[in-house]
T-cell receptor
Framework: NAGVTQTPKFQVLKTGQSMTLQCAQD?????MYWYRQDPGMGLRLIYY???????DKGEVPNGYNVSRLNKREFSLRLESAAPSQTSVYFC??????????????????FGAGTRLSVL | KNEVEQSPQNLTAQEGEFITINCSYS?????LHWLQQHPGGGIVSLFM???GKKKHGRLIATINIQEKHSSLHITASHPRDSAVYIC?????????????FGQGTELSVKP
């Protein structure tokens, strides 16, 4: 059972280059999330998708775009990479993302992370 | 001030010691999560709780809703417990199950 799969695991970009981080889950989860993790900052939400066909901005969306391609896949795109986007990126998914209802299904399952360096 | 604060930020313990990591939050929540991030980077969910206490092996998580405080305890600590422990909350009013994270507590258990 693969869970949440992220690719690539490592990437080095030059300033201005573009790339897409891929994420797929095989747990039939409704909600998917993209986070970045920086030293001293903790995990911060970039974008999320509460259900197939919807996406919403998180805490730090600037410089990123997302696509919920289908229920399984949620990609994160950097159109013009900047050194400030050097970070570790995590994708996560949960069964259901509605507040106050069946919140036991809000446990999030994380991918292994993508370590991105922008030079 | 962060909505979720953890203490301490760093903790070094000797094998066998009882460990406590604290988490305080300032928002109304529907659930509180404890996660573990190993040195290799992977993040796993340890507990999700909305009241009382949960136990899994040597790990115990408690929450006091009135005081907006949670603790994660590790009994008989072992070097393999060395990791970053992250507290996160699901704000009662947020949509989409978004988590608000603390900054993490880096635990090192020495043999």
């Amino acid at each position: 059972n693969a869970g949440v799969t992220q690719t690539p695991k490592f990437q080095v970009l030059k300033t201005g280059q573009s790339m897409t981080l891929q994420c797929a889950q095989d747990m039939n989860h409704n909600s998917m999330y993209w986070y970045r993790q920086d030293p001293g900052m903790g995990l911060r939400l970039i974008y999320y998708s509460a259900s197939e066909g919807t996406t919403d901005k998180g805490e730090v969306p600037n410089g990123y775009n997302v696509s919920r391609l289908n229920k399984r896949e949620f990609s994160l795109r950097l159109e013009s990479a900047a050194p400030s986007q050097t970070s570790v990126y995590f994708c996560a998914s949960s069964e259901r993302g509605l507040h106050g209802l069946n919140f036991a299904k809000n446990i999030q399952y994380f991918g292994a992370g993508t370590r991105l360096s922008v030079l | 001030k962060n909505e979720v604060e953890q203490s301490p930020q760093n903790l070094t313990a000797q094998e066998g010691e009882f460990i406590t990591i604290n988490c305080s939050y300032s928002v109304g929540i529907s659930a509180l999560h404890w996660l573990q991030q190993h040195p290799g980077g992977g993040i796993v969910s340890l507990f999700m709780l909305s009241s009382g206490k949960k136990k899994h092996g040597r790990l115990i998580a408690t929450i006091n809703i009135q005081e907006k405080h949670s603790s994660l305890h590790i009994t008989a600590s072992h070097p393999r417990d060395s990791a970053v422990y992250i507290c996160a909350v699901t704000s009662y009013y947020n949509q989409g199950g978004k988590l608000i994270f603390g900054q993490g507590t880096e635990l090192s258990v020495k043999p």
